[in-house]
């Protein structure tokens, strides 16, 4: 399995608010960007960013994003995966997340870290 600790904390200490995090000898990229977004509370407050994932085809469904999440949640107290096009991740993300915002076309998704039940909720494909 990757090594997503490794990788996440590259980003944080980086200078860069955005960048493109390539893990697992090219298996998979996401876009990520540090924010600031209303928190459940309406204040402002720092924000993980998920703006694009790559997976390449032979290595999807497997569990690789589903950990990286999990790693991303764990981490940092808001995390925001923005237009979630493709059909099976929006469905895994309705079930999964806190919060579900929708311009009618496609859905982006809110995670908090201090929600206990997210662990729970979040079962790989190949678990069921």
Known sequence: MI?????????????????W???????????????????????????????????????????????FLRAVIARNSMTYIENALHPKLAAFLRRTADKETTDGISSSFFYYNDNPTYKENITLEHEK
């Open 21 to 67: 995090l390539h893990m697992g000898d090219g298996a998979m990229r996401v876009y990520c960007r540090k924010s600031m977004r209303p928190g459940k509370d309406g204040k402002l407050a720092p924000c993980f960013d998920i703006a694009n994932i790559d997976i390449l085809p032979e290595h999807q469904r497997r569990g690789l994003f589903t950990a």
């Open 3 to 19: 090594d997503f600790i490794e990788h996440l904390q590259a980003f944080e200490n980086h200078k860069l608010r955005a960048q």
